[in-house]
């Protein structure tokens, strides 16, 4: 160690910007043991690294969920990176936890803003995000999220894992049944709530396949037209919450449970980690020698 950069400093460093002990003595030479300088040059690097890993594929990730302590509140959000390696690091779980945290509190509407949006230590998400690119050497994107807010009623989340997260508001707080909804959610995954939230579109294109089906069964057109029906039916109820079986109980529809309790759901979120994006492939042994390489 030399006479002007001492051990102290060093440690200082470390400490202030979670840098390897060679990187911080590095930075502390070049600015001539200015702390301030070294801090700042160390962050126009990262941010530079970050710049350019911002274009690879970023499939792997965590989701973060949590409600607030009235339960009133609730948010939901999908953080990526690109291996599993990086997903379970304690850095990126606890940018993630950060991130879910200051979302109750926040006024975010879109994704700039939650970019913009300061955790509770007073530092800037995308600031944070950049700098874990530059420590972990992965790509990291903050990709979505969701929160409700409720007056009258209450809200629900349920995590599997960490890579299936589900919010849910309730028309009434219950918070047994707002996770037991939720939890059928991540299971079952309902394209929407009720019938009426199903476009017409859609509806249309499966009674064109239903309808060239039935065609080759030779039975009469009103025969056929009852069989299209009671597909149509069919499909509604397998892709709306309100109309599959409720998966602790097959013999009761989650409406039904619904209606029983009082309580109506009025929305919900249900993110999976990946979904959407075209992973690269890559093996075990590959993803281990591309941490060891910093890529």
Known sequence: MSNTISAAMVKELRERTA??????KKALVEANGDMELAIENMRKAGLAKADKKSDRIAAEGIIGAKVSDDGKTVAIVDINCETDFVAKADDFVNFVNNVTAALL????????????MKLADGTVVDEVRRGLIAKLGENI?????????TATGGTACYLHGKKIGVIVELAKADDELGKDIAMHIAASKPSCISDDQV??????????IFTAKAAESGKPADIIEKMIGGQITKFLAE??????PFIKDDKLTVGKLLAAKGNNVLRFARIEVGEGIEKK???????????????
């Open 105 to 116: 509190t926040s006024d975010v509407e879109s994704d700039e803003q939650l970019l913009a």
């Open 141 to 149: 994107t903050v990709r979505r999220f969701h929160k409700y807010h």
């Open 199 to 208: 476009s017409a579109e859609l509806i249309e294109k499966e009674k064109e």
């Open 281 to 295: 492939e890559e093996n075990f042994a590959e993803e281990v020698m591309a941490q060891v390489r910093g890529n």
């Open 239 to 244: 892709i709306t919450l309100l109309g599959q």
């Open 19 to 24: 840098s390897g002990m060679m990187e911080c």
